[in-house]
């Protein structure tokens, strides 16, 4: 038994820190990403620098002859998250083989992340999708804000259905489920499981993205993998957020997630110890505290 992680330390991890991170240090991150054996990280977005400033070097990052390398070999999975057009076409450009399309279940936070309604989502990632489809370039979708959005409160399990549904008929190979907020628990996490899967949702295409904030992120991994699901998104050191959800904390830690399967027999393909230094390294160099328990468990060992 085996479950594929998609790292995204590079992008969710990094997009919402303050201070600038030098490009140098974004690259030898995704350098050290990929020594551990990790098959798909998510390199950075392709977004306006105004919404997001930090990643206003994806150019440079996509552009360097190392990660170009890592782009054109065939093993590797390495989306990179756009929200429109002009996002794809920079992508495309720059040799980007899988991008990642955004949407959220949820108004208010659709609005302040990507400026415009649910609906208005569905048909841009739609219009997208097809896009890069007819380029040859696979397509991830992402529905966020699955269990609560910081503006309207909890969001219907139907709301959650029709995007999902919406991403996959717009020929998404998989869709990960964001709870933006790290706000749900397993308890949730089944429920809306059972939903999209009675409501004719093929497991097999869904994958788990849980951010941390009430420290429930790893059970519900936990909960979706016994649920059926096999893909979780995650990042190194437990970084991560959006500058649009306030408050919400990082991703569930790489390091957890790995420990956790380890440990249960389940392959993940990543080199542990190497991800743990990978981890402290990032978080020394951010003058960030490592979130990842098992990342500091181990490093003091
Ligand atoms: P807008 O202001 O409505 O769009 O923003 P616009 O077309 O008027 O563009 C505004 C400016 O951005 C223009 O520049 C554009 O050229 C530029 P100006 O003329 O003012 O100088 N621009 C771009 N530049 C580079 N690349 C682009 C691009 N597009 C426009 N692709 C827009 C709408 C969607 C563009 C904006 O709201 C945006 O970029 N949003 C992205 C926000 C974001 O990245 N959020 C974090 C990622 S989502 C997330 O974290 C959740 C997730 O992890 C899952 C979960 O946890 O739930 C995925
Ligand atoms: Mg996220």
């Known amino acids: 038994m085996a479950v594929r992680i998609v790292e995204v330390g590079p992008r969710d991890g990094l997009q919402n820190i303050r201070d600038t991170i030098p490009t140098s240090t974004k690259l030898e991150l995704i350098q050290r990403l990929h020594q551990t054996g990790l098959q798909t990280i998510e390199l950075t977005s392709v977004v306006s620098p105004k919404a997001i400033p930090q990643l206003a070097d994806c150019r440079e990052v996509l552009g360097n002859p190392d990660i170009k390398a890592l782009l054109e070999n065939p093993q590797l999975r390495l989306p990179v998250l756009v929200p429109n057009v002009k996002g794809l076409e920079i992508a495309k450009q720059l040799g980007v083989r899988e991008i990642a399309v955004f949407i959220s279940a949820t108004e208010g936070f659709s609005k302040a992340n990507i400026n415009c309604t649910v609906e208005q989502g569905i048909e841009r990632s739609t219009q997208l999708a097809s896009l890069a489809i007819a380029s040859d370039i696979l397509v991830r979708g992402y529905v966020s804000c699955i269990f609560a ?153």
């Open 149 to 301: 959005d910081p503006f309207d409160g909890s969001t219907p399990l139907p709301a959650v259905l029709r995007c999902v549904r919406s991403l996959l008929d717009a020929g998404c190979y998989e869709v990960s489920l964001g709870d933006t907020l790290g706000i749900g628990s397993p308890a949730n996490v089944r429920e809306l499981l059972n939903y999209l899967i009675t409501n004719g949702i093929p497991v097999e295409r869904l994958a788990g993205h849980f951010h941390d904030t009430y420290g429930q992120a790893a059970a519900n991994a936990w909960e979706a993998f016994n649920n059926g699901i096999t893909v979780f998104d995650s990042s190194v050191g437990g970084l991560g957020g959006c500058p649009f959800a306030p408050g919400a904390k990082g991703n569930v830690a790489s390091e957890d997630l790995v420990y956790m399967f380890h440990n249960a027999g389940i392959l993940t393909g990543v080199d542990l110890s190497k991800l743990v230094e990978t981890g402290n390294w990032v978080c020394k160099k951010l003058g960030k505290s490592n979130s990842s328990r098992a990342g500091t468990a181990l490093m003091t060992k």
